[in-house]
């Protein structure tokens, strides 16, 4: 996520700023220099075309409204060309790239070429809790810090579901959903592997973001715990100095025996995708796979089926996309980019999974971070399915407006033999439409989906979920973590006061489907 920046607005207007900069142009000229409105336009677009995609997609000016995009992205982008934004203004400096008659042409460009308003698509769901019961901690104190909720994860080695939070604790909750403090960490625990070995029957890795809010700082870690033991030494520090790690995983990826890591350096203007490799004397090595910020999501697995680990990744920050990174087996990898999506959209997480049971694994993605330059609902905000078509080639088959969405994941809920998908939004509509913070997209026909607003946005603001069976019924369960610390100061909206549960860190939806029903279906 990206601090929010605005700026004042010109208050000429786009008309007049088109005007006057077509009439500088002019008036430096002959008459046989003299440009047109749609002249000056055209250029515009053209360099936008050349500059703009340098580092990202070219962004289309129809994603974002004219104020936004005049108020926010340019003035964010005007220091990367070497410019200095003062008020609505401009000014060259030393490392200016392109001249400022240029960087003009592009800035009306996107300002005429955008849409005055945005058009939000209207909610087509019904509210209801579907095959869903709420389940809450006992006691929840109600005074004193808010909930901050960085991380949730059910362990499936001791059945006890974890947290983090911005207070660098980690906790273990057991069925009846009371916590225990587990450790004192240096930085907020983002994600957590667990694992069980002969050696270690209850272990886990801990990846911790080191500094929370958009950052370049080389705070992260990658951490072993040993969550048996009791000791206060109970955990090695893997890799540290990583700028601001979100997600990890791990796989042998030289295929010595030795377990090697992949992690996701997000970090702010700096980070990348790192892999750690162990060595012999079980010291860890680190090198960049792509050095580029952004890495949010890393899943490992034997992709192209030659026997090899490999990885995909989703890159979240200006040059958004899925990619394929494919184990060379001399200890590199190829790259392969599988997905890109325009620099605005925020993308948030991704799923590597079949949904259509035909074998090749498809893309269940989302898009919805709303922390960043543009800070205002968006109609592409939402979840999405990929399907594969073969040679890891992709279309677009299903796609729901979420405003804010933050993560989607998907399993058979229901038991009838398909996929549904469970979905959260950070950044929902919460002056008119809190209620698509949680979604239930139940899968009735092959690629058709009928979307539960479940009524839990009164009881926390969804940014972390994990989908498991908790209560060892047969039916998978959901857990959700809240974060509504400086809610505030995160909402889009600025006339909205925060209306629900600001203090408790997590709830459960449980899987009420009975055993007659499953067998029904």
């Known amino acids: ?25 002019n008036s430096c000229g002959n008459k046989s220099n003299t ?15 050349v500059h703009c995609s340098s580092c990202h997609q070219l962004p289309d000016p129809a994603l974002l409204d004219s104020y936004t995009w005049e108020t926010g992205v340019m003035p964010a982008m005007a220091p990367k060309f070497g410019f200095k934004s003062f008020m609505s203004s401009y000014l060259v400096s030393s490392t200016t790239t392109i001249s400022k008659n240029d960087w003009y042409k592009i800035l009306t460009w996107y300002k005429t070429a955008s849409p005055k308003k945005l058009l939000i698509p209207k909610p087509n769901a019904v509210k209801d809790w ?56 240096r930085s907020p625990v983002t994600d957590a592997n667990f694992f069980k070995t002969e050696s270690e029957p209850n272990g886990a890795v801990l990846t911790c973001i080191g500094i929370l809010p958009p950052n370049d700082e080389l705070k992260g870690q990658l951490i ?124 948030s997480s991704f799923q590597l999974i079949d949904i259509n049971h035909d074998g090749q694994l498809d893309i269940l993605y989302t898009c919805g971070d709303n922390n960043d330059f543009s800070p205002v ?27 804010g969405c933050s993560k989607a994941m998907a399993t058979d809920f229901d038991h009838d ?9 950070f950044f929902p509509d919460f002056k008119y439409h809190p209620e698509e913070g949680f979604t239930y997209h139940e899968q009735t026909s092959p690629g058709k989906f009928k979307v539960h607003e479940i009524p839990i946005s009164r009881y926390g603001r969804w940014i972390s979920m994990d989908v498991n069976d908790i209560d060892h019924d047969g039916n998978m369960d959901i857990i959700l973590g809240n974060f509504s610390a400086g809610a505030k100061g995160l909402m889009i909206q600025k006339d909205v006061e925060p209306n629900w549960d600001l203090y408790e ?10 055993k007659e029903a499953v067998k029904a279906h």
């Not at 000429?12 to 900069?21: D, K, P």
């Not at 440009?35 to 075309?49: D, H, M």
């Not at 980019?337 to 605005?344: A, D």
């Not at 860190?505 to 009975?514: D, R």
């Open 224 to 347: 072993n715990i040993s969550l048996n033991s009791k000791s206060t030494n109970n955990t090695k520090v893997i890799t540290d100095s990583l700028p601001r790690p979100v997600k990890s995983t791990y796989a042998d990826f030289n295929k010595d025996g030795l377990m090697d890591y992949v992690s996701c350096g997000f970090g702010h203007n700096q980070g990348g995708l790192y892999l750690v490799q162990q060595q012999a004397n079980h010291q860890f090595k680190r090198k960049a796979i792509r050095a580029i910020p952004g890495a949010t999501q890393v899943y490992t697995g034997d992709f192209n089926h030659d026997g090899w680990p490999d990885i995909a990744c989703l890159f979240a920050q200006a040059d958004e996309g899925v990619w394929l990174f494919l184990n060379d087996k001399k200890g590199g990898f190829s790259t392969q980019n599988l997905l890109r999506f325009p620099s605005v959209y925020g993308s």
């Open 130 to 185: 579907a095959i869903f019961s709420l389940k809450q901690p006992p006691y929840v104190e109600h005074k004193g810090p808010q909930a901050t909720t960085s991380m949730v994860a059910y362990n499936p080695n001791d059945n006890y579901i974890y947290t983090g939070n911005v207070g660098s604790k980690l906790y273990k909750w057991n069925s009846n959903l009371q916590p225990v403090l587990v450790k004192q960490l």
């Open 1 to 25: 996520m990206i601090k929010n920046y605005r700026l004042p607005v010109n208050k000429l207007g786009i008309l007049m700023v088109l005007a006057l900069a077509v009439a500088t142009l």
């Open 505 to 514: 860190p997590l709830i459960v939806l449980h899987n009420t489907l009975k």
């Open 377 to 403: 609902l968006k109609p592409y905000h939402g979840v999405y399915i990929f399907i594969n078509q073969g040679n890891w080639k992709f279309k677009q088959t299903y796609f729901y407006h979420i405003n």
């Open 417 to 425: 033999g398909d996929l549904d998908i469970a979905v959260i939004a």
């Open 35 to 49: 440009i047109s409105n749609e002249e000056y336009l055209a250029k515009g677009k053209k360099l936008a075309a």
